[in-house]
Nanobody
Framework: VQLVESGGGVVQVGGSLRLTCRVS????????IGWFRQAPGKGREGISC????????RYSDSVKGRFTVSSDSAKNVVYLQMNTLKSDDTGVYYC???????????????????????WGQGTQVTVSS
C-alpha cells in the first residue's frame, strides 16, 4: 500500500483547508485511512479515521464538529475537510493505514489511533493568527 498526501498550506484562523490522501496498491473499498497530526514539540495525535468498507468514521474530541473525513472510491482518495481552523491545528498531517485491506474493515474500530503500518509523507498545515 502506498499513501500520498497533498493539500497542506498556510491559512488564517477560522479558515478552511482540504487534505487529500491518495491510496494505491490494494483494494480501496476494503481499506481504512486514519488521519494523524503532530504539532511542534508534541506527540502524534490521531484525529480521524474512515473505514471504506462500511463508511464508519471516527473523530477525536479536538476536531469533532470541525473536520470531516470522506472518500471517493472512483479516484481512490480520502479527503479531510478542515473548517474553522485554530492555531492549535498547526502541525504536520499524515494519512496512514493498515498494511493491507485485510485489516481494513476493523482498523478504525480496533486499531486506530494506536498504530498504523503504512504512512504517507506528511503535509504541513500552518494556521496563522
Amino acid at each position: 500500500v502506498q499513501l500520498v498526501e497533498s493539500g497542506g498550506g498556510v491559512v488564517q484562523v477560522g479558515g478552511s483547508l482540504r487534505l487529500t490522501c491518495r491510496v494505491s496498491g490494494d483494494t480501496f473499498d476494503n481499506y481504512a485511512i486514519g488521519w494523524f497530526r503532530q504539532a511542534p514539540g508534541k506527540g502524534r495525535e490521531g484525529i480521524s479515521c474512515m473505514s471504506m468498507s462500511d463508511g464508519e468514521t471516527r473523530y477525536s474530541d479536538s476536531v469533532k464538529g470541525r473536520f470531516t473525513v470522506s472518500s471517493d472510491s472512483a479516484k481512490n482518495v480520502v479527503y479531510l475537510q478542515m473548517n474553522t481552523l485554530k492555531s492549535d491545528d498547526t502541525g504536520v498531517y499524515y494519512c496512514a493505514g493498515p498494511g493491507s485491506s485485510y485489516r481494513g474493515p476493523y482498523y478504525c474500530q480496533m486499531i486506530w489511533p494506536h498504530e498504523a503500518d503504512r504512512w504517507g509523507q506528511g503535509t504541513q498545515v500552518t494556521v496563522s493568527s
